[in-house]
C-alpha cells in the first residue's frame, strides 16, 4: 500500500521562507505532486516531480530525491493569502491507470 | 469557461436514505475520480474511471456506488450501507495530457447525514 507522512501544521509570517517536507511508501512510484486547498475549498494544483532535483514555479518550488523517498514544497516571500493546507501526493498506477494518493496535509498559517 | 461542477453544495440526509451526488466536467477529460474528505484529513479515493462505462474502486468503496454512461459525467451514490457518510466530497478530473497527470478539481458537496 501507499503511505504519506507531514507535518500536521506550521505556522510562519509574512515575507518568510517555510519548507513543507512529505516522505512516503509505496509501490510503482512515478511522482510527487503538491496541492493547495483553501478552507472549504477546492483543491489546486501547485507542482509536480518525477525526477531528483527542484523545480521552481514563481515563489514555490518543490523538491524530490526517489532515492530517500522524499520532497518538500518551499514558499518564499510568503503572503497571508498562502494561509491553507498543503497535501503532498504520489502519483502511482492502479490496475493499469494513474491514481493519486493523499497525505494528510499541512495547515499553513501565516501571521502579519 | 471549462471546468468541474458539483451539485448540490450541501446535502442534509435521513440515515437510511440513499443520495446522489453529481458531477460534471466540460473539460474534455477521460479521467474522473472521487474523494471523501474528512476534517483535518487527506483526500481519500472513493473509486475512479478512466474511460466510459468503466470505473474502478478506490481505497474505500464500500458503501458507494458509480456510474459512467457520458464521458461529462461520473455521478456518485452515497448508500445507507455506508456507515458513516457526513463528510465532504470532491470529484475530480484529468485529461493524462501533461506528465504530471494534474487533476482538477470541482467545488465539492457537504453531506451531512442528520
Known amino acids: 500500500g501507499q503511505s504519506l507522512e507531514q507535518p500536521s501544521e506550521v505556522t510562519a509570517v509574512e515575507g518568510a521562507i517555510v519548507q513543507i517536507n512529505c516522505t512516503y511508501q509505496?509501490?510503482?512510484?512515478?511522482?510527487l505532486s503538491w496541492y493547495q486547498q483553501h478552507d472549504g475549498g477546492a483543491p489546486t494544483f501547485l507542482s509536480y516531480?518525477?525526477?531528483?532535483g527542484l523545480e521552481e514555479t514563481g515563489r514555490f518550488s518543490s523538491f524530490l530525491s526517489r532515492s530517500d523517498s522524499y520532497g518538500y514544497l518551499l514558499l518564499q516571500e510568503l503572503q497571508m493569502k498562502d494561509s491553507a493546507s498543503y497535501f503532498c501526493?504520489?502519483?502511482?498506477?492502479?490496475?493499469?491507470?494513474?491514481?493519486?494518493?493523499f497525505g494528510k496535509g499541512t495547515m499553513l498559517l501565516v501571521s502579519p | 469557461d471549462g471546468g468541474i461542477t458539483q451539485s448540490p453544495k450541501y446535502l442534509f440526509r435521513k440515515e437510511g436514505q440513499n443520495v446522489t451526488l453529481s458531477c460534471e466536467q466540460n473539460?474534455?477529460?477521460?479521467?474522473m475520480y472521487w474523494y471523501r474528505q474528512d476534517p483535518g484529513q487527506g483526500l481519500r479515493l472513493i473509486y475512479y474511471?478512466?474511460?466510459?462505462?468503466?470505473?474502478q474502486k478506490g481505497d474505500i468503496a464500500e458503501g458507494y456506488s458509480v456510474s459512467r454512461e457520458k464521458k461529462e459525467s461520473f455521478p456518485l451514490t452515497v448508500t445507507s450501507a455506508q456507515k458513516n457518510p457526513t463528510a465532504f466530497y470532491l470529484c475530480?478530473?484529468?485529461?493524462?495530457?501533461?506528465?504530471?497527470?494534474?487533476?482538477?478539481f470541482g467545488p465539492g458537496t457537504r453531506l451531512t447525514v442528520l
Open positions: 509505496t509501490s510503482g512510484f512515478y511522482g
Open positions: 516531480n518525477a525526477l531528483d
Open positions: 475530480a478530473s484529468s485529461g493524462g495530457q501533461s506528465g504530471s497527470d494534474e487533476q482538477f
Open positions: 473539460l474534455n477529460h477521460d479521467a
Open positions: 474511471s478512466q474511460i466510459v462505462n468503466d470505473f
Open positions: 501526493a504520489v502519483r502511482d498506477r492502479r490496475s493499469g491507470y494513474s491514481t493519486l494518493t
